[in-house]
Every structure is written in structure tokens, then in C-alpha cells.
Nanobody
Framework: EVQLVESGGGLVHTGGSLRLSCAASGFTFDDYAIAWFRQAPGKEREGVSCISTSDGNTHYAGSVKGRFTVSSDNAENTVYLQMDTLKPEDTADYYC????????????????????WGRGTQVTVSA
């Protein structure tokens, strides 16, 4: 059974930090890109960051570049999102998603590329 389980969300003040985790199971981790998306209340879901687990290549949305860092522990089949200098506009439900990307054109920001999704973890940044 494929599972993506997010954890690490919570309430933090502006300028604070959180580290989200996405624990994956049920598929060949190294063959997949793992992304973080977020959805704020009343807004569409947007891509935040993505990592190709086989080569460590990363992508970041402009709004988080320089503040968020994505990494993967392939031995543990886990992807992390280190979020620093958090802002109230980072408040959202954060989801991780997995996409098989080897040998094909892959757009990390296209939600339809992703085969599996987690249930999300809530992040709230107070002003």
C-alpha cells in the first residue's frame, strides 16, 4: 500500500521555523520526485518545492526561495522541508506528493504529474 505521511506542522510566530517531514512507503522511492504543495484558506493549491530523489535536484517557488530548504533521506524514504523566516502568508495546509519522473518530461509544478498524495499537515504562522 502506498503511503505518504506528513508531519511537523504547527503554530509558530512570524520569523520562526518549522521542519516538515514526508514519510513514504509502498513504492520505489528513488524513482520518484517528491514535492511539497500548500493550500491556504480560500486559495488554490500551489507548488512550494520539489526534489528529485535520485539526483537531489531541487526546485523552489519564488515566494519561498532562500527561506525553505528541501532535502531527502533516501535510506529512510523521507523528504524534509525546512522552513525558516516564516511569514503569515506561509499559513496553509502543506501536502507532499510523489511523481514518477524518470525518462520523461517532468513539470514539478503540475499537480497532474503526481501519482500519490499525503493527507496534509497544517502550518499556522501568527503575526
Amino acid at each position: 500500500e502506498v503511503q505518504l505521511v506528513e508531519s511537523g506542522g504547527g503554530l509558530v510566530h512570524t520569523g520562526g521555523s518549522l521542519r516538515l517531514s514526508c514519510a513514504a512507503s509502498g513504492f520505489t522511492f528513488d524513482d520518484y520526485a517528491i514535492a511539497w504543495f500548500r493550500q491556504a484558506p480560500g486559495k488554490e493549491r500551489e507548488g512550494v518545492s520539489c526534489i528529485s530523489t535520485s539526483d537531489g535536484n531541487t526546485h523552489y517557488a519564488g515566494s519561498v526561495k532562500g527561506r525553505f530548504t528541501v532535502s531527502s533521506d533516501n535510506a529512510e524514504n523521507t523528504v524534509y522541508l525546512q522552513m525558516d523566516t516564516l511569514k503569515p502568508e506561509d499559513t496553509a495546509d502543506y501536502y507532499c506528493a510523489a511523481a514518477y519522473y524518470l525518462g520523461k518530461y517532468f513539470n514539478p509544478w503540475d499537480e497532474y504529474e503526481y501519482d500519490y498524495w499525503g493527507r496534509g499537515t497544517q502550518v499556522t504562522v501568527s503575526a
